[in-house]
């Protein structure tokens, strides 16, 4: 169900009614005028084209065959530039070229050109042509879906085929969007200066198949999939105007989006058609939506059959205002298996044998079929809702079984298998999300140490304490447990695919629990597991159980398909030698998923979307991830896994130049580096894109770690991804730190996908080889560290946590006893101070806090409160780095107590430092902490006076 936002039409609903029916006669009177002036026009060209024996082409709808389309009595009338009607369900190469133009972003068209080529095989010529797409010397074929390096390469696969003349984008969309026939299109002809020849060329549309011969329900998806994309590109174009809302943007996406709301209607009429539920259901009015939601919240306050009676009186007195019916059938729906939608239909169609007749009526019995019919249309109530009613009891005695009769329901009873399978499918999906959130648990464990260390470890010592944790027993342990499960529910999932559809089929309850085990299984190793599952169910997508599986939550199957794309592009990645093959491999293997594809959107959209990235291995599309990103939030799930597929191949790609190419290949490695950095700083969704490059990397991380084959999987891994991860968390972390990710609603989001890089960033250095590539992953492990310095706050250690520590700083090579201590109570504000303010390496924070123990020691444990105006005070006399680390030295390598002569020198900075504005008056402070200090430490401060130049 679908509310809108904003006030309701209040319009009285026999009125709306009324308007509606008087709307419709008017839009069909002018649909079948247009058509005939269509005819007329078209008939007279034809009739002139014959006369006057000019070139004749028609635009083939699909590859070119050996011969001549056949031009018969049964072939419609052909039409031209002037006459060609993109919208009259019979698809050629223009129409194609057409949807293209559509959906492609201003920028895109700006680009390209629509090519004209005739046909010059022997007894065709005149009769065949086509369309293809230029940009720049590019070729591509939107017929065929084909992409081509030259018009050279696609003339030597299609060699019959001649160009003729082009027509830029923009204006071959001004032309084909004006009304076909119309002194409009013929305008955008002319001022697009057409030449005559092009003018000339015909399009003959094969025609629509005979009533009855087409596949309603391809029919209904086909429509479905072309009304996503266009809806995406209103959002898209929406989103660019709100951006920019200059009147030309803002026409744009008022155009578009009457376009997709005109797309989803007919979307909506051929599901209607097909018996399926409507992919778009209608928003409701909200005037309407909110007195069937008051109305029902004072009904529940009744006894239960009180609550029937007044739901029966509801529907009864708003008969008329589907959108209120709707609305009040949806909320009794979501009470469930014996709720009252359930109670209220077993009232009325009860029969009691003895008296021969049912318990309601014939009129409230035909209440209740119109109100469900009604909701039915709207998409809140279901098929599975129905079946689900029959199936509490004996299913083929139950009163919802004549309901399912009166609105012609497919009626399917729940098998014993059914039931028992959805027990296993419950228990196992519950043993993987326990195992699951303790896996979590260690990853955010390790995240939270390392962080709190700050930058107090070199990264040998990062590399050694990672190593230690993940070989700790919990740590093997708790992954162990997880990679089981995910094997356990994948099993279950796939052992009776007959009983699983009829689980589906047969229950609401039934499609969440089996649909929350798809979403989890489909985050762990096992991925792709969850998707061949559905892609199975979906192959039949007019089966009660596909029917079951997609509806209601239209995010379900998208979100499904977008990781399945993801999981399976790591996979091409991880065995392919050449990162460019596996790209052509995992567009090819989209095939595999075809049925998904279709329910979640589109094949032919992820294809498309796949040919926007098809360059990206190159280096050469960084330019349109950028706008992609702007326009991020308007993007489908689809789209979104593709673009960071995309991503994805291209760092794989600069990071086997470094690899191949030694210190040559480095330069790649860092433009790569640079685009993801300008992706991320420049809009929010550039920051999402990089999240999600990280997860998706983090994740096939893990998965080729928990695999059978783990040596070879991971090793792979970290060869050609690991890198590319570790520059995609270095960005997200950096630009996190940037814009504050404290006030960043999604901060929380952000801290979870850089926190789990981690184990993957440290599993991966030893495997990572060459030194570029180990820099870009020992760059994103330090930079995940930072940022969660920042991010991590307040985090104290319990003892057996501490203790934890203590043994992996020892196994990372921290041998002084009072130094382990030390870092173990790291506060990671302090180390941030020291080494990211002052510039101290690890090497150089380690030596002082060896002579003084307690420097490093955080704020709540330690002796020093705050250090940021001492730190300010070394910056103020230019001392960063190895200066900063010399005056540091001269005072505790002088001092008697270190500690004392510290904590005199930071009180009093702290103290009096804030009003200190200029350079000499520090020597003023420093005076008084003198005067300040033991007699025994004064020699230590003047040590250190003397290092700042005093």
Not at 516 to 530: E, I, R, V, W
């Amino acid at each position: 169900m679908r509310i809108p936002e904003g006030p309701g039409s209040g319009v009285d609903p026999s009125i709306a009614a009324r308007r509606a029916e008087e709307a419709r006669r008017a839009a069909e009177a002018a649909r079948q005028a247009e058509l005939a002036r269509q005819a007329a026009l078209a008939q007279q060209a034809q009739q002139a084209q014959q006369s006057q024996q000019r070139f004749r082409s028609s635009f083939d709808a699909a590859a070119p065959q050996p011969k001549a389309p056949r031009l018969d009595a049964n072939t419609p009338a052909a039409s031209n530039l002037l006459t060609e009607n993109t919208r009259d369900g019979q698809e050629n190469c223009l129409d194609v070229a057409a949807e293209w133009l559509d959906l492609a972003s201003p920028e895109i068209r700006g680009r390209s050109e629509l090519v004209f080529l005739k046909d010059n095989r022997p007894d065709t010529e005149g009769q065949s042509g086509h369309v293809v797409i230029r940009q720049g010397s590019k070729v591509y074929d939107p017929t065929t879906k084909k992409s081509y390096d030259s018009m050279e390469a696609f003339q030597k696969e299609q060699p019959h085929y001649q160009p003729v003349g082009s027509i830029p984008g923009g204006q071959a969309k001004k032309i084909l969007d004006a009304p076909p026939g119309s002194p409009e299109r013929a305008r955008a002809i002319e001022k697009a200066k057409v030449s005559p020849e092009l003018q000339a060329m015909m399009v003959a549309d094969p025609g629509r198949p005979e009533s009855g011969s087409a596949d309603p329900v391809k029919h209904a998806t086909d429509l479905k999939n072309a009304a996503n994309e266009l809806r995406e590109t209103a959002n898209a174009l929406a989103g660019e105007a709100q951006r920019v809302p200059s009147p030309p943007n803002k026409e744009a996406a008022k155009e578009a989006a009457a376009k997709a709301e005109e797309a989803e209607k007919a979307a909506n009429v051929a599901a209607s058609q097909a018996g399926l539920e409507p992919p778009f259901p209608r928003l409701l009015n909200l005037k309407s939506a909110t007195q069937a939601t008051d109305d029902y919240k004072q009904l529940k306050k009744l006894p239960p059959e009180g609550q029937v009676h007044r739901m029966k009186e509801l529907l009864q007195q708003h008969a008329q205002d589907p959108d209120y019916t709707a609305q009040l059938v949806d909320l009794a729906r979501k009470e469930g298996d014996n709720g009252l939608l359930q109670r209220l239909g077993e009232k009325l169609f009860s029969y009691q044998h003895q008296a021969g007749s049912y318990r309601g009526t014939e009129a409230e019995r035909r209440l209740l079929v119109d109100a469900l019919k009604t909701a039915r249309e709207a998409g809140t109530f279901s098929d599975v809702d129905l079946n689900s009613y029959r199936n509490t009891g004996v299913a083929s005695s139950s009163p919802w079984s004549d309901i399912a009769e009166q609105l012609n329901v497919q009626k399917t009873d729940r098998t014993d298998k059914a039931g028992d399978l959805v027990g296993d499918v419950k228990g196992a999906t519950q043993e993987y999300e326990d195992a699951a959130a303790a896996a979590k648990k260690k990853d955010e464990e390790l995240f939270k140490q390392l962080s709190s260390l700050g930058n107090t470890l070199t990264e040998e010592q990062k590399k050694a304490y990672i190593k230690a944790f993940q070989e700790h027993p919990d740590y093997k342990k708790a992954y162990e447990k997880k990679a089981q499960a995910a094997e356990k529910l994948a099993q279950t999932l796939q052992k009776d695919p007959e009983a699983l559809k009829n689980a589906l089929a047969s229950g609401t309850g039934n499609v969440a629990d089996i649909r929350k085990a798809l979403n989890l299984l489909a985050d762990s190793p096992k991925g792709l597991t969850a998707a061949e599952v559905a892609n199975e169910i979906l192959k039949d997508p007019a089966s009660p159980a596909a029917r079951a599986l997609t509806g209601g939550d239209p995010n379900f199957v998208k979100d499904l398909a977008a990781k399945a794309m993801e999981k399976s592009a790591a996979e091409y990645l991880a065995g392919a030698e050449d990162p460019k093959d596996a790209f052509a491999k995992f567009v090819e293997g989209m095939d595999k998923f075809k049925p998904l594809l279709d329910a979640a959107g589109g094949y032919d959209q992820a294809k498309f979307a796949a040919s926007q990235f098809e360059n990206a291995v190159e280096f050469d599309k960084y330019s349109d991830l950028q706008k992609y990103a702007l326009q991020w939030e308007a993007k489908s799930p689809l789209f979104k896994s593709i673009a960071v597929v995309g991503l994805m191949f291209a760092g794989a790609s600069a990071a086997e130049s470094a690899r191949n190419a030694g210190e040559e290949g480095v330069p790649a490695l860092e433009s790569y580096g640079k685009a993801l950095k300008d992706i991320a700083s420049a809009s929010k969704g550039g920051l999402d894109l990089t999240a999600q490059l990280t997860a998706t990397l983090t994740g096939a991380g893990r998965d080729a770690a928990a695999t059978g084959t783990k040596a070879a999987k991971f090793a792979s891994f970290a060869g050609r991804l690991s890198p590319v991860l570790g520059l995609a968390a270095s960005t997200t972390s950096l630009v996190l730190r940037v814009k504050s990710a404290r006030d960043d609603p999604d901060a929380g989001k952000y801290i979870s996908i850089i926190g789990d890089t981690l184990g993957v960033l440290g599993g991966s250095l030893e495997l990572a080889g060459p030194a570029a590539l180990v820099g870009a992953v020992i760059s994103g492990a330090g930079a995940v560290i930072s940022a969660g310095g920042e991010l991590v706050t307040n985090y104290l250690d319990t003892k057996e946590q501490q203790q934890q520590k203590r043994e992996f700083l020892e196994k990372a090579g921290i041998k002084d006893k009072a130094l382990r201590e030390a870092l173990v109570l790291t506060g990671s504000k302090q180390a941030k101070l020291l080494t990211d303010e002052l510039g101290l390496s690890a090497e150089q924070l380690q030596t002082l806090a060896t002579k003084a123990p307690l420097l490093v020691v955080g704020a709540e444990a330690g002796p020093f409160a705050d250090m940021t105006q001492f730190t300010r005070m070394l910056k103020d006399h230019g001392l960063k780095g190895d200066a900063a680390y010399k005056a540091l030295d001269a005072l505790v390598s002088n001092a008697k107590d270190p500690v004392t002569a510290l904590s005199t020198l930071v009180a009093t900075a702290q103290q009096e430092g804030h009003h200190v504005k200029q350079k000499e008056n520090w020597g003023h402070l420093l005076d008084r902490a003198r005067e300040k200090a033991p007699a025994e430490e004064r020699a230590s401060i003047d040590a250190f006076r003397k290092a700042l130049g005093y």
